[in-house]
């Protein structure tokens, strides 16, 4: 099974989990308080920086953040249509910066240090009696992990499209996608239920 996670010793890699995590929602404040485009574009470079520093290859860095730019891009030409130009581009620039620095943050963090960080995070919610910390660590490391697993699918699905000679539409891609999707969630759902991983309080 494929993982977001790349080796490395860089300074994000350093970076304990938990200062990464509220630097990403920090970021993510000041992205969409401020409208002021200069900022906003001196911010992005700085995330693509940061991106940069992992350690990936241009190409690999490519592969992982197009399918998500894309629908910034979509976004974003919505914006245009209901907004002025400015509107737009800020619209853009936020959600590319936010975009590339949680990939980096993904990048340099391991999924059980994901796990452990969000569950000690979501331990004051226990007291609501609402949410089980452990729960919400293990939904957030099962997103993580079957990131690049559902984007491998996309494009082994739109390969087989295009040796048929069939030309590739969202609509016949994203369907046997959602299908495939919800039966390994079904079965990881079955096999965490029949290990006793989660433990509610009937």
């Known amino acids: 099974m494929q993982s ?12 304990s989990p938990r200062a990464k995590i509220f630097s990403l929602f920090l970021l993510g404040v000041v992205l969409f308080l401020g409208d ?9 470079l700085l995330t693509a920086l940061t991106y940069r520093s992992i350690g990936l290859s241009l190409k690999e860095s490519a592969v992982r953040l197009r399918p998500i730019l894309l ?4 976004v974003a030409l919505f914006t245009l249509i209901v907004s002025p130009w400015h509107v737009a581009l800020a619209t853009l620039l936020r959600l590319t910066a ?11 963090t391991t999924i059980t240090q994901f796990m452990d960080e969000i ?8 007291r609501t009696g609402w949410v089980k910390a452990d729960d919400i660590g293990l939904a957030v490391g099962l997103v993580l992990r079957f990131v690049p697993e559902i984007i491998a699918r996309y ?8 040796a048929r000679g069939l030309k590739v539409r ?5 369907t046997p996608l959602i299908i495939l999707t919800l039966r390994d969630a079904d079965n990881i ?7 006793g991983i989660r433990r509610h309080v009937s």
């Open 155 to 162: 494009h082994a699905i739109s390969e087989a499209h295009a």
């Open 36 to 44: 002021n485009l200069p900022l906003l574009a001196i911010v992005t």
């Open 189 to 195: 759902a079955a096999a965490i239920d029949a290990r």
């Open 119 to 126: 569950t000690v995070l979501a331990r004051p919610l226990e």
């Open 4 to 15: 977001l996670y790349v080796e490395g010793n860089s300074a994000l890699h350093r970076l």
């Open 71 to 74: 629908t910034i891009v979509i």
């Open 98 to 108: 936010l975009m590339m620095f949680a990939a980096a943050v993904t990048a340099t």
């Open 170 to 174: 969202p609509v016949t891609v994203l």
